[in-house]
């Protein structure tokens, strides 16, 4: 019903920066909010950030100054711009959005299969 793809995954030294990138689309009603998570071998997935159709944005203690994430709405779009990248970054990036397909549906939790990133020490 919904598709996520990333982008912009790789493997950059320590120090360096990164953009990863999310485009959502298929039976797409209304978008409530859009995020990064990423999970780290033998860890949990966790938030790295998220934001809202009104621009409010929340960051994980681990990434804030690091990291900005923004959107663009008109193109169901979601960004996150990391720099300062450590070591301890490294894991699969999994966007999200939290979305519904038609007026009235439910609102449901989509996912995108991943982007790995591989910060150097």
């Known amino acids: 019903q919904v598709q996520l793809v990333e982008s912009g995954g790789g493997l950059v030294q320590a120090g360096g920066s990164l953009r990863l990138s999310c485009a959502a689309s298929?039976?797409?009603?209304?978008?409530?909010?859009m995020g990064w998570y990423r999970q780290a071998p033998g860890k949990q997935r966790e938030l790295v950030a998220d934001?809202?159709?009104?621009?409010?944005?929340n960051y994980a203690d681990s990434v804030k100054g690091r990291g900005t994430i923004s959107r663009d709405n008109a193109k169901n779009t979601v960004h996150l711009q990391m720099n300062s990248l450590k070591p301890e970054d490294t894991a699969i990036y999994y966007c999200?959005?939290?979305?519904?397909?038609?007026?009235?549906?439910?609102?449901?939790?989509?996912w995108g299969q991943g982007t790995q990133v591989t910060v150097s020490s």
């Open positions: 934001i809202t159709s009104t621009d409010s944005t």
């Open positions: 999200n959005t939290f979305a519904r397909t038609r007026r009235l549906s439910p609102w449901n939790y989509y």
């Open positions: 298929g039976s797409i009603f209304s978008i409530n909010s």
